[in-house]
């Protein structure tokens, strides 16, 4: 199983980006869907989470600005991120749970500046 994660950058405050992850090498749906991020001396965090229904649910500090979404054919799952603040500089991790397991993907920097 590979999750490759995509769409990191340098943004200015304010701007937008989107993530996209996609999942590959298994056969099934992925049932658990979701962006976390790590910034530098932190602890990796939960950004959004959305499930095979399309029950989502964000973290506190996203809530408003960020949108997950999930295309369950192709086996991808997006981050919308709009009203980017400089505390949003991390790197971004998707992770997706199947089968019991739980599968993360490589990381994406998103850079804010302000």
């Known amino acids: 199983v590979q999750l490759q994660a995509s769409g990191g950058g340098l943004v200015q405050a304010g701007g937008s980006l989107r993530l996209s992850c996609a999942a590959s090498g298994f056969t099934g749906s992925v049932v658990v869907m979701g962006w976390y991020r790590q910034a530098p001396g932190k602890e990796r965090e939960l950004v959004a989470r959305?499930?095979?229904?399309?029950?989502?649910n964000y973290a506190d500090s996203v809530k408003g600005r960020f949108t997950i979404s999930r295309d369950i054919r192709k086996k991808m799952w997006y981050l919308q991120m709009a009203d980017l603040k400089p505390e949003d500089t991390a790197v971004y991790y998707c992770?997706?749970?199947?089968?019991?397991?739980?599968?993360w993907g490589q990381g994406t920097l998103v850079t804010v500046s302000s």
């Open positions: 959305i499930i095979i229904s399309g029950e989502a």
């Open positions: 992770k997706g749970s199947m089968k019991g397991y739980d599968y």
